[in-house]
């Protein structure tokens, strides 16, 4: 299967929040982190929204924020589609575009079962963010440095 990566509208929404709250990894223990999140019609406006397609059927997602200091918001991959090497298409799409915007470093603040998907993506760890409210866990903090 053959996947298509294009800017998502807020027209891919409700598909895109299907995907995300679907993905095993946030269910259990880091259900948490999604309880009370909801995508916006807002963020696919203001961010960089790409998600992945095949047959018409969504695949993943990323969002990077491109206004003050740019971070990687969101990064989804299907339970179906992980394991293919999209997260990592995915990724690449992401680095290529901030570069594309003059983007020097994007942050990343993670879940942390992706840890090792984003140290083999080349990011650093650069630190912890506390738990906070639902999140009753420490988060690796990642920058991902473009090297222009």
């Given amino acids: ?20 709250r679907g993905v095993s990894a946030y269910h259990g223990e880091f259900a948490p982190m ?8 807002a963020q696919f406006e203001r961010d960089l929204v790409i998600m992945a397609e095949a047959d018409g059927q969504a695949l ?5 924020i491109t206004e003050g200091e ?4 969101l990064m989804f991959v ?3 589609a992980q ?3 999209l997260g990592a298409r995915l990724f690449a799409h992401m680095a290529a575009e901030a570069r594309a915007l003059g983007i020097d470093a994007v942050k990343i603040v993670s ?7 984003y140290l083999r993506m080349g990011a650093e760890r650069i630190g912890t ?7 009753t866990w420490p988060q690796p903090i990642f920058y991902l440095r473009m090297g222009n």
Avoid at 60 to 64: A, E, K, N, Q, V
Avoid at 70 to 73: G, I, K, N, Q, V
């Fill in 60 to 64: 993943g997602f990323y969002g990077l």
């Fill in 129 to 135: 963010k506390r738990p906070k409210g639902r999140i």
């Fill in 111 to 117: 879940n942390p079962p992706a840890e090792g998907f």
């Fill in 70 to 73: 740019p971070e990687l918001d």
């Fill in 34 to 41: 999604l309880a009370d999140y909801a995508l916006t019609p």
């Fill in 1 to 20: 299967m053959s996947e298509t990566l294009r800017r998502a509208t807020t027209a891919d929404l409700p598909a895109l929040d299907r995907l995300m």
């Fill in 78 to 80: 299907a339970d179906a």
């Fill in 83 to 85: 394991g293919t090497g």
